[in-house]
C-alpha cells in the first residue's frame, strides 16, 4: 500500500508544478479524516484499530480522492468525501477486501453530486494565472473558501470542461481546443506523471496488466472510432487519454484488487467496460469526466463478471 | 526462503534458498540402529495386520506384517533379529498413534532364504511379475506411498503408450531422487525397463528438473549404455509443483489429466525414480522393500545429506548420522518445506513415505505474519497450479458454504501451498482448504447416508402400503359373491 502511494509522487510533483501546493494540502486534509474516519468504525464494529489502521489503505483512498480535488476546494470537502469514502463505501460494506464499491471513487461521486460549484473550480495553470497563490495564500484559501484575489482570475475549466462546455455554446473543438491548449499540457505532464507511477507499479508487480491494458484499449478504440466519425464534435485518442483522470484510472482505481474481478479473463472484461463507459459519459452525459462513474458502475458488474469467467480448472472440461 | 510466483507456461512458484544444503557426496548406507520400529500404518489411516509374534525371530526381507484386504502391500523386517514388541507409537503424518512391530537387531542381517532374483523378467508374464512386485511391498516412493502393482495393473480400456519416471523432486531441498539418478541411474533404467515390460508401453520418458545438471548427464549416459530406443530424457524447468504428476503429464505431453481420472485415461504411467530402482534390486536380488533414500537437510544438522535408511530407523538415530543437531534447531519437519508437517518429537521411525527429514532453524522457515483481510489481489490464482480461484474458495471455506466451495472445485485442489506462500495477506490458505475439504467429504458421506435412510424407509412404507392393498384385494375377491359393500 505504501508503495503505491510512493508512485503517486511523480503525478503530484507534476500537479504541484503546475498548480500550486495546494494538492499536498489536500491529501493531508483527506488522510486525517480517512484515519479519524476508519479509526471510529473499527471502534464502533469493536475491531482492534491496528494493524487496520498501519495497512496503509485508508491513505490510499485519501490520496487518490485528493488527486480527483481541485486543488482549492475547500477543506470540507476532501474532509466529506474521504470520509463517506470510508463510512460508507468500505466500512459498511464489512472493511477491508469485501466493499463493492472503489471507495476513492465513491467519496468522489458523492462530492460530484453535492457540491457540483466546489468541484467545477479548478485551479488556472500558474505559468497563465494573473495571481500566483504561495502557501499560505493557499492554506488561507483551503480553510476559509475565500480566496485573496477574485475567483475568476486564478481558476479557470479543465481541458475536459472546456470542450464539454464549449462546443455547446457553438464553438468548432479545435478552437476549443486551442484556447484550453495550456490546461491541456498541465494535464498531459500529470498524465505521464501517473504514467511513471503506474509503470512503476507494474514493474513492481504490485498491479497486473489486464485492466489497465484493457481499459486503455478500450478508450483508444471507442474515442478514435468516434473521432473518425465527426471529427468536429469527439476529440482524438490523445486528448482522452491524456486529459482528465484516464489514466489514474487505469494504474490506481481500475487495478483495486478489492472491487474488480477476480480472474485475469475477468479483468479484462472489467477494464474494457470502464474504459467504453468513460468515453461514453464524457462524450454524451451532463458530466465532463466520467472515470468515477464507469468505475461505479462496472463494480457493480464484478460479481456477474466473476461468475462468467471461472477459469477452466485442470482436468475439466470447458 | 523466498517465495515467487513461477511466470511462464505453467503454474506454480519458485522457491529460493529452500532447505538447499547440497550434498555433492554419493548417499552412503546409514548404519542400522540397536533397534529399529516398522510402522504397521497405511496412508488412508488403517493399518496393516502383523503375522509375527513377539519374541519371533525374523530375518531380513521377511514378511512381518501384511493387508488382507489387499488395501496397502506387506512389509518386511528390514533387519534382522528378535521382535522384541508390537505397540502403539506415534507415527509419522498421523493424528492418533499406530501399531508398530519392534525389532532388536541383531547386527548380522541375516537374510531370508526365500528371497530368489528374477533370473530373465523378459520371459515372465506381466502378471506374475506384478504379484512379485507386490510381495515386494513395492510403492510409490515418491510420497504418496500408492502400490506399484496397482498402479502397473493392466486395464484393457486405457492402453498405456507412456511411461514416465518422474525424476523431478516433489518439492525443492528434497534430494533423494537427485542422488539416485546420479549414483544409480543404470538401476533405475533396469527398473523402468522391467515396469515397460509389464505394461507394455512403447516408450520411457525420465523427467529431470533443469538444475539438476549431474543428475541429466548421469541419466543420459545410461541411457546411452543401455542402448533401448524406448528410452528418453526430457528436461522439465525448476518449479514447484513441477514433480505432482498430473501438473508433469501436462507439461511434457500438453494434455491434462481429466479430472477424476487417471494418468492412464491419457495413455500415460508415472512412476518415481526410487520405485523403478526399488523395482530393479527385487528382480535382480530378490530383495523386497527394505530401505530407502531419505534427504536429511536443513540448517538444524551438521551435515546435511542424502541416507540410504533401513525402514524403521528412528529419526534421532538418522541425525546423528548426520552429525546431530546444531544449536539453533527450531522445528523437525518430514517431507519439504511445503507439504511437510512438523514432527512432536524424534523418536519417530522412518517409513516407505518419508523421503526427507528438515530439521530447520529459524532460517529456513518463512516468518508468519498475522493474516489480514483478503484484498483479493489474485496472486493465489496466478500461483494455482490447478487453476482454480483460490481467493474465492476461502470466502466459501469462511462462510463454510459447500455449494460455493464445490463451484469453485475444491475437490481439485492438490494442497501443494503455493496459494499459501504467495498470499500477501498470511491467509492459512492450504489448512483452510485441507479441513474445508475434509468436511465437506464427512458432509457428503452424512447426506449420502440421509438420503439412503430415507429412500429404505419411503421403500418400506410404500412396499407396506402395496402389502396392505393386495391383502384388502384379497380380502375383497374371497367375500362370498352377491353380498354388498355397506
Same mark, same amino acid.
Not at chain 2, 147 to 171: D, F, M, R, W, Y
Not at chain 2, 236 to 264: C, D, K, S, W
Not at chain 2, 308 to 328: A, K, N, W
Not at chain 2, 409 to 424: K, L, N, Q
Given at each position: 500500500m505504501l508503495l503505491v502511494l510512493a508512485m503517486l509522487v511523480p503525478a503530484a510533483a507534476a500537479d504541484v508544478f503546475w498548480f500550486g501546493p495546494g494538492l499536498p494540502i489536500q491529501i493531508v486534509i483527506a488522510s486525517l479524516s480517512a484515519l479519524l474516519a476508519e479509526s471510529v468504525m473499527l471502534a464502533l464494529r469493536r475491531e482492534p484499530l491496528q494493524p487496520s489502521l498501519g495497512d496503509g489503505s485508508a491513505l490510499v483512498t485519501a490520496a487518490l480522492l485528493a488527486f480527483a480535488?481541485?486543488?482549492? *476546494?475547500?477543506?470540507w470537502v476532501a474532509a466529506c468525501g474521504s470520509a463517506f469514502a470510508i463510512v460508507f463505501a468500505k466500512h459498511l460494506f464489512g472493511g477491508l477486501g469485501r466493499n463493492l464499491f472503489n471507495p476513492a471513487m465513491a467519496g468522489f461521486a458523492l462530492l460530484l453530486l453535492t457540491f457540483p460549484a466546489e468541484m467545477s473550480r479548478w485551479s488556472m495553470p500558474i505559468v497563465v494565472a494573473s495571481h500566483h497563490l504561495g502557501f499560505t495564500d493557499t492554506l488561507t484559501t483551503i480553510f476559509?473558501?475565500?480566496?485573496?484575489? *477574485?475567483?475568476d482570475a486564478i481558476s479557470s475549466a479543465t481541458p475536459l470542461d472546456a470542450v464539454h462546455s464549449g462546443l455547446k455554446t457553438g464553438a468548432t473543438l479545435q478552437e476549443v481546443l486551442a484556447r484550453t491548449s495550456t490546461a491541456h499540457s498541465a494535464s498531459i505532464w500529470s498524465s505521464l506523471g501517473i504514467l511513471l507511477g503506474g509503470l512503476g507499479l507494474l514493474g513492481l508487480r504490485i498491479i497486473r496488466w489486464p485492466s489497465p491494458v484493457s481499459m486503455l484499449a478500450a478508450v483508444v478504440v471507442s474515442a478514435g472510432l468516434l473521432n473518425a466519425i465527426d471529427p468536429g464534435t469527439y476529440p482524438g485518442v490523445l486528448f482522452h487519454l491524456t486529459s482528465g483522470a484516464t489514466l489514474l484510472g487505469a494504474f490506481f482505481i481500475a487495478c483495486d484488487p478489492v472491487t474488480t474481478a477476480a480472474s485475469h479473463r475477468g479483468r479484462l472484461w472489467f477494464g474494457a467496460g470502464v474504459g467504453l463507459l468513460t468515453v461514453v459519459i464524457r462524450s454524451w452525459t451532463a458530466y465532463p469526466d466520467g472515470i468515477a462513474f464507469a468505475v461505479l458502475i462496472m463494480n457493480l458488474f464484478v460479481p456477474l463478471i466473476d461468475r462468467l469467467t471461472v477459469p477452466r480448472i485442470y482436468g475439466h472440461a470447458r | 526462503m523466498e517465495v515467487t510466483i513461477a511466470t511462464g507456461r505453467q503454474r506454480g512458484v519458485r522457491l529460493i534458498g529452500a532447505a538447499q544444503r547440497s550434498a555433492a557426496s554419493a548417499p552412503s548406507a546409514a548404519s542400522a540402529p540397536p533397534q529399529l520400529a516398522l510402522s504397521l500404518a497405511l496412508p488412508d489411516g488403517s493399518s496393516l495386520v502383523p503375522v509375527v509374534r513377539i519374541g519371533e525371530y525374523v530375518r531380513l526381507g521377511q514378511v512381518v506384517a501384511w493387508s488382507p484386504d489387499c488395501e496397502g502391500t506387506p512389509l518386511h523386517a528390514s533387519v534382522s533379529g528378535q521382535v522384541s514388541a508390537i505397540e502403539l507409537r506415534d507415527a509419522i503424518g498421523m493424528s492418533a498413534r499406530m501399531p508398530a512391530i519392534v525389532i532388536d537387531n541383531d547386527g548380522r542381517d541375516e537374510r531370508d532364504p526365500g528371497l530368489i532374483p528374477v533370473a530373465d523378467y523378459t520371459l515372465r508374464s506381466a502378471e506374475e511379475l506384478l504379484a512379485r512386485i507386490e510381495a515386494g511391498g513395492i510403492v510409490g516412493l515418491g510420497g504418496a506411498a500408492f502400490p506399484t502393482h496397482l498402479k502397473l495393473a493392466p486395464t484393457p480400456s486405457t492402453p498405456v503408450e507412456t511411461l514416465v519416471i518422474n525424476g523431478?523432486?516433489?518439492?525443492?531441498?528434497?534430494q533423494c531422487d537427485d542422488m539416485l539418478m546420479r549414483y544409480r541411474a543404470e538401476s533405475m533404467l533396469f527398473g523402468a525397463q522391467v515396469m515397460l515390460h509389464i505394461v507394455g508401453a512403447g516408450r520411457c520418458v525420465i523427467a529431470i528438473e533443469a538444475d539438476k545438471p549431474e543428475a541429466i548427464a548421469a541419466t543420459r549416459t545410461a541411457v546411452k549404455a543401455a542402448g533401448d530406443a524406448r528410452l528418453s530424457v526430457a528436461i522439465v524447468p525448476t518449479y514447484y509443483p513441477a514433480g505432482g504428476e498430473r501438473q508433469l503429464i501436462e507439461f511434457l505431453f500438453g494434455t491434462q489429466v481429466p479430472a477424476g481420472g487417471l494418468p492412464r485415461d491419457v495413455g500415460v504411467v508415472c512412476q518415481n525414480v526410487g520405485t523403478a530402482a526399488a523395482i530393479a534390486t527385487l528382480i535382480r536380488t530378490g530383495e523386497p522393500l527394505v530401505s530407502r533414500l531419505v534427504t536429511v537437510t536443513g540448517l538444524g544438522v551438521a551435515f546435511p545429506r542424502t541416507l540410504e535408511v533401513r525402514l524403521g530407523t528412528p529419526l534421532s538415530h538418522l541425525i546423528e548420522e548426520c552429525g546431530g543437531y546444531t544449536p539453533d534447531i527450531t522445528r523437525l519437519i518430514a517431507?519439504?518445506?511445503?507439504?511437510g508437517v512438523a514432527l512432536p518429537h524424534d523418536a519417530l521411525a522412518v517409513a516407505k513415505t518419508t523421503h526427507c527429514v528438515i530439521a530447520a532453524t529459524a532460517a529456513d522457515l518463512v516468518p508468519r505474519g498475522p493474516a489480514m483481510p483478503c484484498i483479493r489481489c489474485g496472486d493465489c490464482a496466478e500461483a494455482c497450479p490447478s487453476h482454480l480461484l483460490p481467493q474465492e474458495l476461502y470466502r466459501h471455506a469462511v462462510e463454510e458454504d459447500d455449494a460455493g466451495l464445490a463451484r469453485f472445485g475444491?475437490?481439485?485442489?492438490?494442497?501443494?501451498g503455493c496459494c499459501d506462500a504467495v498470499c500477501p495477506s498470511q491467509l492459512p490458505l492450504v489448512s483452510v482448504f485441507g479441513a474445508a475439504r475434509r468436511q465437506l467429504q464427512v458432509n457428503t458421506v452424512t447426506t449420502e447416508r440421509r438420503d439412503l435412510a430415507r429412500q429404505r424407509f419411503n421403500a418400506h412404507t410404500q412396499r407396506l402400503a402395496v402389502e396392505q392393498a393386495e391383502r384388502q384385494r384379497r380380502l375383497k375377491e374371497r367375500r362370498p359373491a352377491g353380498r354388498k359393500d355397506e
Amino acid at each position: 500500500m505504501l508503495l503505491v502511494l510512493a508512485m503517486l509522487v511523480p503525478a503530484a510533483a507534476a500537479d504541484v508544478f503546475w498548480f500550486g501546493p495546494g494538492l499536498p494540502i489536500q491529501i493531508v486534509i483527506a488522510s486525517l479524516s480517512a484515519l479519524l474516519a476508519e479509526s471510529v468504525m473499527l471502534a464502533l464494529r469493536r475491531e482492534p484499530l491496528q494493524p487496520s489502521l498501519g495497512d496503509g489503505s485508508a491513505l490510499v483512498t485519501a490520496a487518490l480522492l485528493a488527486f480527483a480535488l481541485p486543488p482549492l *476546494a475547500p477543506w470540507w470537502v476532501a474532509a466529506c468525501g474521504s470520509a463517506f469514502a470510508i463510512v460508507f463505501a468500505k466500512h459498511l460494506f464489512g472493511g477491508l477486501g469485501r466493499n463493492l464499491f472503489n471507495p476513492a471513487m465513491a467519496g468522489f461521486a458523492l462530492l460530484l453530486l453535492t457540491f457540483p460549484a466546489e468541484m467545477s473550480r479548478w485551479s488556472m495553470p500558474i505559468v497563465v494565472a494573473s495571481h500566483h497563490l504561495g502557501f499560505t495564500d493557499t492554506l488561507t484559501t483551503i480553510f476559509t473558501g475565500v480566496p485573496p484575489v *477574485a475567483w475568476d482570475a486564478i481558476s479557470s475549466a479543465t481541458p475536459l470542461d472546456a470542450v464539454h462546455s464549449g462546443l455547446k455554446t457553438g464553438a468548432t473543438l479545435q478552437e476549443v481546443l486551442a484556447r484550453t491548449s495550456t490546461a491541456h499540457s498541465a494535464s498531459i505532464w500529470s498524465s505521464l506523471g501517473i504514467l511513471l507511477g503506474g509503470l512503476g507499479l507494474l514493474g513492481l508487480r504490485i498491479i497486473r496488466w489486464p485492466s489497465p491494458v484493457s481499459m486503455l484499449a478500450a478508450v483508444v478504440v471507442s474515442a478514435g472510432l468516434l473521432n473518425a466519425i465527426d471529427p468536429g464534435t469527439y476529440p482524438g485518442v490523445l486528448f482522452h487519454l491524456t486529459s482528465g483522470a484516464t489514466l489514474l484510472g487505469a494504474f490506481f482505481i481500475a487495478c483495486d484488487p478489492v472491487t474488480t474481478a477476480a480472474s485475469h479473463r475477468g479483468r479484462l472484461w472489467f477494464g474494457a467496460g470502464v474504459g467504453l463507459l468513460t468515453v461514453v459519459i464524457r462524450s454524451w452525459t451532463a458530466y465532463p469526466d466520467g472515470i468515477a462513474f464507469a468505475v461505479l458502475i462496472m463494480n457493480l458488474f464484478v460479481p456477474l463478471i466473476d461468475r462468467l469467467t471461472v477459469p477452466r480448472i485442470y482436468g475439466h472440461a470447458r | 526462503m523466498e517465495v515467487t510466483i513461477a511466470t511462464g507456461r505453467q503454474r506454480g512458484v519458485r522457491l529460493i534458498g529452500a532447505a538447499q544444503r547440497s550434498a555433492a557426496s554419493a548417499p552412503s548406507a546409514a548404519s542400522a540402529p540397536p533397534q529399529l520400529a516398522l510402522s504397521l500404518a497405511l496412508p488412508d489411516g488403517s493399518s496393516l495386520v502383523p503375522v509375527v509374534r513377539i519374541g519371533e525371530y525374523v530375518r531380513l526381507g521377511q514378511v512381518v506384517a501384511w493387508s488382507p484386504d489387499c488395501e496397502g502391500t506387506p512389509l518386511h523386517a528390514s533387519v534382522s533379529g528378535q521382535v522384541s514388541a508390537i505397540e502403539l507409537r506415534d507415527a509419522i503424518g498421523m493424528s492418533a498413534r499406530m501399531p508398530a512391530i519392534v525389532i532388536d537387531n541383531d547386527g548380522r542381517d541375516e537374510r531370508d532364504p526365500g528371497l530368489i532374483p528374477v533370473a530373465d523378467y523378459t520371459l515372465r508374464s506381466a502378471e506374475e511379475l506384478l504379484a512379485r512386485i507386490e510381495a515386494g511391498g513395492i510403492v510409490g516412493l515418491g510420497g504418496a506411498a500408492f502400490p506399484t502393482h496397482l498402479k502397473l495393473a493392466p486395464t484393457p480400456s486405457t492402453p498405456v503408450e507412456t511411461l514416465v519416471i518422474n525424476g523431478v523432486e516433489c518439492e525443492p531441498g528434497i534430494q533423494c531422487d537427485d542422488m539416485l539418478m546420479r549414483y544409480r541411474a543404470e538401476s533405475m533404467l533396469f527398473g523402468a525397463q522391467v515396469m515397460l515390460h509389464i505394461v507394455g508401453a512403447g516408450r520411457c520418458v525420465i523427467a529431470i528438473e533443469a538444475d539438476k545438471p549431474e543428475a541429466i548427464a548421469a541419466t543420459r549416459t545410461a541411457v546411452k549404455a543401455a542402448g533401448d530406443a524406448r528410452l528418453s530424457v526430457a528436461i522439465v524447468p525448476t518449479y514447484y509443483p513441477a514433480g505432482g504428476e498430473r501438473q508433469l503429464i501436462e507439461f511434457l505431453f500438453g494434455t491434462q489429466v481429466p479430472a477424476g481420472g487417471l494418468p492412464r485415461d491419457v495413455g500415460v504411467v508415472c512412476q518415481n525414480v526410487g520405485t523403478a530402482a526399488a523395482i530393479a534390486t527385487l528382480i535382480r536380488t530378490g530383495e523386497p522393500l527394505v530401505s530407502r533414500l531419505v534427504t536429511v537437510t536443513g540448517l538444524g544438522v551438521a551435515f546435511p545429506r542424502t541416507l540410504e535408511v533401513r525402514l524403521g530407523t528412528p529419526l534421532s538415530h538418522l541425525i546423528e548420522e548426520c552429525g546431530g543437531y546444531t544449536p539453533d534447531i527450531t522445528r523437525l519437519i518430514a517431507g519439504g518445506m511445503m507439504m511437510g508437517v512438523a514432527l512432536p518429537h524424534d523418536a519417530l521411525a522412518v517409513a516407505k513415505t518419508t523421503h526427507c527429514v528438515i530439521a530447520a532453524t529459524a532460517a529456513d522457515l518463512v516468518p508468519r505474519g498475522p493474516a489480514m483481510p483478503c484484498i483479493r489481489c489474485g496472486d493465489c490464482a496466478e500461483a494455482c497450479p490447478s487453476h482454480l480461484l483460490p481467493q474465492e474458495l476461502y470466502r466459501h471455506a469462511v462462510e463454510e458454504d459447500d455449494a460455493g466451495l464445490a463451484r469453485f472445485g475444491i475437490t481439485d485442489c492438490i494442497e501443494c501451498g503455493c496459494c499459501d506462500a504467495v498470499c500477501p495477506s498470511q491467509l492459512p490458505l492450504v489448512s483452510v482448504f485441507g479441513a474445508a475439504r475434509r468436511q465437506l467429504q464427512v458432509n457428503t458421506v452424512t447426506t449420502e447416508r440421509r438420503d439412503l435412510a430415507r429412500q429404505r424407509f419411503n421403500a418400506h412404507t410404500q412396499r407396506l402400503a402395496v402389502e396392505q392393498a393386495e391383502r384388502q384385494r384379497r380380502l375383497k375377491e374371497r367375500r362370498p359373491a352377491g353380498r354388498k359393500d355397506e
